[in-house]
């Protein structure tokens, strides 16, 4: 298992950028896929990024492609997700998750999640 703790959300106004960590720990070696997710209240938790653990190839959901920006540094086994050009419809619960193999877009596919962070962007 690893655990994940995430942190860096906040309150923004629209325009503005934030930059969510995520720091792993346990079993490390066992990470392939690490991925960030969002809920929004009401709605389905929704893909927003992952990348490759060793790799570094990354995906994105068409929603925030071109605006957000995931990474990692392996040395740390943190993985990072800068946020820039911030919308209204952003705001939503950002959690970090983690697989053993290729997770896809799914969060059906990602075994381990850390307990969120809250992002507010304000119109």
């Known amino acids: 298992q690893v655990k994940l703790v995430e942190s860096g959300g906040g309150l923004v106004q629209a325009g503005g950028s934030l930059r969510l960590s995520c720091a792993a720990s346990?079993?490390?070696?066992?990470?392939?896929?690490m991925g960030w997710f969002r809920q929004a209240p009401g709605k389905e938790r929704e893909f927003v990024a992952a990348i490759t653990w060793i790799s570094g190839y990354t995906y994105y959901a068409d929603s925030v492609k071109g605006r957000f920006t995931i990474s990692r540094d392996m040395g740390k086994n943190m993985v990072y997700l800068q946020m820039n050009s911030l919308k209204p419809e952003d705001t939503a619960v950002y959690y970090c998750?983690?697989?053993?193999?290729?997770?896809?877009?799914?969060?059906?596919?990602?075994?381990?999640w850390g307990q969120g962070t809250q992002v507010t962007v304000s119109s």
């Open positions: 998750a983690a697989v053993e193999r290729y997770g896809g877009r799914s969060a059906e596919a990602f075994d381990d």
């Open positions: 346990g079993r490390t070696f066992s990470m392939y896929t």
